[in-house]
């Protein structure tokens, strides 16, 4: 251990480096500053946000919408950077044991991210709560209130909510399965034309299916116990090691993202696809990218909504900018922008009865295009994320028991 | 005014030289230190050496390598076949021989993402070629393509590497060529030897000396290479690349320190490739 000493000190000091040198600045109380001061010492301030920069859609509604109206009534300088997850939490440590300042202001996280932040206590709070705009989140929600059954205790501000959902063509499949135990009888009739990728997504249909044959969400709630993982996990794993020869490729290959699973599905090689956002196959078959026929489809079983959040790291040079910027995301304005399935489609954390009449007015007559899936059977469908440890065995173990299976 | 003694004035320029040519090493070095602190368990506050053993020792990291480490071995011997074709079969002045050369160098400038998406685009089994085939009544139906991509064989893969590295290669390999003194090719003949036994014999040993540093630095590139094994490569084995960015991109504790780990065992097979053409007594 001693030997190490040397090399430790140089791996830090040079992360200090790169940090600029200097000690994380004093967090300033941002639970108990008036808002005025806030909105008054973010002026002319510069926010860094690092976000995930993965959907043009996304992209174009932060840098072309919210950045100028930032810009035009707060006098903030918004810049976004490419970063989420686990790229979030190593930079993060790493900062914060070179005790150097941080690089980002504002942070794009949800779930396992959140989980290992507050654990390593690498974030800001509690200021959450106090955002004026917080008053109209839909508090009544456990998928808002909770981050993967973790409370938020005011370390993360919601800004979007979505739900899973398979995608499904209307033409190539008029009847889908629509329970878990009939789409495994669909995949075992249709060779070859089922799979699911190996990202995000792939991880929440396999959530899905341990929920299903796990008797329901409510066996996985309460954090994370060992007996109840080892207790379900082979059911899961069976159930998909006995599917897996009728998989896409005889499942020896998973499409790596959403994205070449979207194609996969878009050119006809499988005939369903997937997304985390049930609102995505609207957004895409208006962009092309999926036939007009391509529909949302949610399974009988349930299937798991979950909801972004936006946290200030402990070490962030600009936390009261952050704060403005977390308040205007989740301003209805902003919640309604994106709603708009030309933009983004991402669901609301607000809940409509606590909106002014007006604002309330214009959530409800939001243009709902063919083939959106009604708000009704969304909420009866929905079912919450679990302790994020579930998330992280069913990727660790999929990739040892099915992808790296011979 | 003195004049510096002139043994004095050589010994500055060659510390200079080693000033510029550490420019280069420090951040590799830097980075090679940053790599074993993290595989050895630094981010997780307790480094010890036989972490890095135990982490490198893991089965499917090495499955990963030796799959990565063939699949560049081919490509390149592929890309290298063909440039050494392309130079010894165009090396003429004629205009056909310049426009032969030419066309074989624009792989070169293409980067390898847009090389990884066009080959999905051609070589998927719902792709170009497999449409054109089905079209065509060669095959019944796309579907029935031959698997390119993703497949354990890594055909995909080898064909998009070789086809990218072919134009780098060739322009080494034509620039060699133009370079090889005409005298030596026409003293052989002089002497009796066939045409073909000069090829043989006296062009492609010149011009293999002077190719081979780009065939280990091609060798080098297409081993580490991310965008292309992502797009086609398999899941099992994963390309040693994709390994490591995905162990990287893994919020689990102690995925960051494997992910050093496996770049560490990367950057020893790519050291390993410069030390075997490095090798003394090589000539």
């Known amino acids: ?406 | 005014m003195a004049t510096p003694h002139p043994r004095r004035a050589v010994k500055q320029t060659s510390r200079w030289t080693l000033l510029i040519a550490a420019i280069p090493a420090v951040p590799a070095l830097a980075g090679l230190a940053w790599s074993v602190w993290a595989a050895g368990g630094g981010l997780e506050g307790a480094f010890a050496g036989r972490t890095i053993l135990a982490r490198v020792a893991e089965p499917l990291l090495w499955r990963s390598a030796a799959w990565s480490l063939t699949i560049a071995l081919v490509a390149t011997a592929l890309a290298t076949g063909l440039a050494i074709a392309i130079a010894l079969g165009y090396r003429g002045a004629a205009s056909h021989d310049r426009v032969a050369r030419s066309l074989a160098a624009l792989p070169l400038p293409v980067p390898p993402l847009v090389v990884g998406l066009g080959a999905v685009l051609l070589l998927s089994q719902s792709g170009v070629l497999a449409r054109v085939a089905a079209a065509f009544g060669w095959i019944a139906a796309p579907v029935e393509m031959p698997i390119l991509l993703h497949d354990a064989r890594g055909l995909g893969l080898i064909a998009a590497l070789a086809w990218k590295e072919v134009g780098f290669l060739s322009l080494v390999a034509c620039s060699i060529v133009a370079q090889l003194d005409p005298e030596l090719a026409a003293s052989a003949r002089t002497l009796g030897m066939p045409s073909r036994a000069v090829t043989r014999r006296v062009v492609l040993p010149l011009l293999w000396r002077g190719l081979a540093p780009s065939v280990v630095a091609v060798l080098v590139f297409v081993l580490g290479n991310y965008e292309l094994a992502a797009l086609l490569g398999p899941a099992d084995p994963l390309p040693l690349a994709v390994s490591i960015a995905e162990r990287s991109r893994d919020a689990a504790p102690g995925a960051l320190g494997e992910a050093h780990a496996a770049a560490l065992l990367a950057t020893l097979l790519a050291l390993l490739a410069v030390v075997v053409h490095e090798r003394p007594g090589r000539r």
Not at chain 1, 35 to 47: F, H, L
Not at chain 1, 194 to 203: I, K, L, N, R, S
């Open chain 1, 1 to 406: 251990m001693r030997s190490s000493r040397p090399l430790h000190a140089l791996v830090i000091a040079l992360v200090a480096a790169c940090g600029g040198g200097d000690r994380a600045a004093d967090t300033p109380e941002l639970a108990t500053m008036a808002w005025d001061d806030v909105v008054a010492q973010a002026r002319g301030t510069t926010v860094t946000w690092r976000m995930w920069r993965g959907d043009p859609s996304v992209n174009a509604f932060v840098d072309g919408w919210v950045a100028p109206r930032l810009a035009e009534r707060y006098g903030i300088t918004l810049r976004t950077v490419e970063g989420q997850g686990p790229d979030i939490v190593n930079q993060l440590r790493l900062e914060a044991q070179a005790s150097a300042r941080g690089q980002a202001d504002l942070v794009w996280i949800n779930g396992e991210t959140f989980a290992a932040l507050r654990r390593d206590t690498l974030l800001a709070g509690p200021w959450a709560h106090r955002l004026p705009n917080a008053r109209y989140v839909d508090s009544s929600s456990a998928t808002v209130i909770r981050d993967f059954e973790r409370p938020l205790e005011g370390y993360e501000s919601p800004w979007g909510r979505v739900q899973f959902a398979l995608i499904y063509d209307t033409l190539r499949t008029p009847t889908p399965p629509r329970t878990v135990a009939a789409l495994a009888e669909w995949i075992r009739a249709h060779p070859g034309r089922f799979t699911h990728d190996q990202g995000f997504a792939g991880a929440t249909f396999h959530k899905i299916v341990l929920y299903a044959l796990g008797g329901g969400v409510a066996t996985f709630q309460g954090g994370f116990r060992e007996a109840t993982w080892a207790a379900h996990a082979d059911t899961l794993f069976e159930w998909l090691a006995a599917l897996r020869p009728m998989f896409w490729r005889q499942g020896e290959a998973f499409p790596p993202s959403v994205a070449d699973l979207h194609r996969l599905f878009a050119n006809g090689e499988v005939d369903f696809s997937m997304s985390n956002n049930q609102h995505e196959v609207v957004t895409k078959v208006r962009q092309g990218i999926l036939p007009a026929s391509a529909r949302a489809l949610l399974l009988e079983d349930g299937t798991i909504a979950n909801t972004h959040y936006v946290g200030i790291p402990a070490n962030a040079p600009n936390p009261l900018g952050a704060m403005v910027v977390a308040d205007f995301l989740l301003s209805p304005e902003a919640q309604l922008e994106k709603r708009r399935p030309e933009v983004w489609a991402d669901g609301t954390v607000l809940a409509r009865d606590r909106l002014p009449p007006d604002w309330a007015m214009r959530f409800a007559t939001l243009d709902t295009a063919a083939g959106a899936l009604p708000d009704s059977m969304l909420a009866r469908l929905a079912r919450p994320e679990v302790a994020a440890e579930y998330h992280d065995r069913i990727v660790a173990e999929w990739r040892r028991r099915i992808r790296a299976a011979p």
